[in-house]
């Protein structure tokens, strides 16, 4: 009797070692995937954020083809804002670099625009030429 409990113990003790083996096996396989769907999902997310970068670059360098200087001067603040926030939140030193020299002509595109000066025009044109094969990369 004694050695039928004994051995119904460690039946018992045993599968439920291997339960919690199995249990803890697949919580790392979960784990692993959860951590590869955060990667995507931050890539998608930093991927939306540069197509509403490109979008805005787009709609300001319409406005000035279209020679609606204050216009395009709201698009550009948005647009300048827009790359300042990914610039501090991006991993990637291109598209930081590739944005802080961009950054760089901000005073410069924001003067013309608020004087209504057609060199603007390139400007923005540069800009977005920049932003277009930033994402061809």
Not at 29 to 44: P, R
Not at 83 to 91: F, G, L, N
């Amino acid at each position: 009797m004694r050695r039928k409990l004994l051995l119904w113990s460690v039946l018992l003790i045993a599968g439920f070692l291997i339960g919690l083996i199995l249990q803890y096996v697949r919580l790392q396989q979960v784990q692993e995937e959860l951590s590869a769907s955060k990667k995507q999902l931050g890539s998608c997310q930093f991927g939306e954020q540069l197509s509403q970068l490109r979008d805005t670059a787009t709609t300001m360098f319409l406005e000035v083809i279209q020679k609606n200087y204050g216009r395009a001067g709201e698009h550009s603040k948005q647009f300048f804002d827009q790359a300042q926030r990914i610039v501090s939140s991006t991993e990637d030193p291109a598209l930081r670099t590739l944005l802080r020299d961009i950054l760089g002509n901000r005073d410069q595109i924001t003067a013309d625009l608020a004087k209504g000066d057609p060199a603007a025009l390139s400007e923005t044109q540069l800009v977005l030429s920049k932003l277009e094969q930033a994402a061809k990369h």
